[in-house]
Structure formats: C-alpha cells, structure tokens
C-alpha cells in the first residue's frame, strides 16, 4: 500500500497529496518557485560565491566532528568498509542488471560478508533494494533479487 496524505499547499491554499509529510508546495506554486530561484542564481553569481564560502566556513568549523562521526562509522561497520574498499578494484558493467538503464550507475552489495558479490544497479533500482522490509513491498513482486 502506498502512503499518501492529503495537505495543504503554503502558498495557494489548495488541498494536494504528498507520498511524504515534508512536501510543503503543489505542482504550479513548485514550478513558480523554481523558475524564481533559478532566475535568482543565474543571474547573481555573487549569491552563489556567498553560499559556497559559507559552506566552507561550516565544513572547516566541523571538521573535528566529521572525522569523529567517520571513525565511529569506521569502528561500528567494519564489513561495510572492508567490502567499500574490496569494490573499488571492481569495474561496473555497462547497464543495470534489473531493468538494463544505462544511466547513473551504482554498485550494490547483496551480503557484505561476501564483499565481492556485486551487482550493478541504476539509481532507482539500488534506491529500491534499499527499501526496509523490501520483501513485504510492492516491488518485491516485479523485482527478483538477489544473485
């Protein structure tokens, strides 16, 4: 079952609904808003040079914690990263082995205690297996996993 909540737009008013609870314009004041925002950055490179200096400052004042959140990754999943590693001397195939899309390519381990057993997948598939409970989805019915 798909979830979907009825809300209302913030900025018409109207009734919309939205798979997820963070969608806060419909379909035209979304287009609206966009078309704005990017007149807005297309035409004020300074706006944009600020923004990317202000992320600098914010990745070098968090930098310490960055490396703190990476190191209790590191120490919490050691299979994950010795199977990141054992995957990076592995080239991706030409297309996704699901569905054939040849775009935005990803790898996917289906067990990482075998780091080597990859698959390669599109985005939209490797979002998919990603999905908890995967097996009780609607996609499980069209989507064979595994290898």
């Given at each position: 079952m798909?979830?979907?909540k009825?809300?209302?737009?913030t ?28 007149k807005?950055w297309?035409?004020?490179p ?20 960055r ?6 990754y ?10 990141h ?5 592995i ?7 699901l ?16 780091p ?14 990603h999905i908890?409970?995967f097996n ?12």
């Amino acid at each position: 079952m798909v979830y979907k909540k009825i809300l209302k737009c913030t900025i018409c008013k109207k009734n919309m609904t939205s798979r997820t609870a963070r969608r806060l314009r419909c379909t035209e004041c979304k287009k609206i808003y966009l078309r704005k925002y990017k007149k807005e950055w297309l035409n004020n490179p300074g706006k944009r040079v600020a923004a990317y200096a202000v992320a600098k400052i914010y990745q070098k004042n968090n930098q310490e914690a960055r490396t703190i959140r990476q190191r209790e990754y590191t120490k919490n999943n050691p299979e994950r990263i010795l199977a990141h590693n054992l995957s990076q001397k592995i080239k991706r195939k030409e297309c996704c082995e699901l569905c054939g899309e040849n775009k935005v390519l990803q790898k996917h381990h289906w067990n990482y205690s075998n780091p080597l057993l990859l698959s390669t997948l599109c985005s939209t598939c490797h979002a998919i297996q990603h999905i908890k409970k995967f097996n009780e989805s609607r996609y499980a019915e069209v989507i064979v996993c595994g290898v």
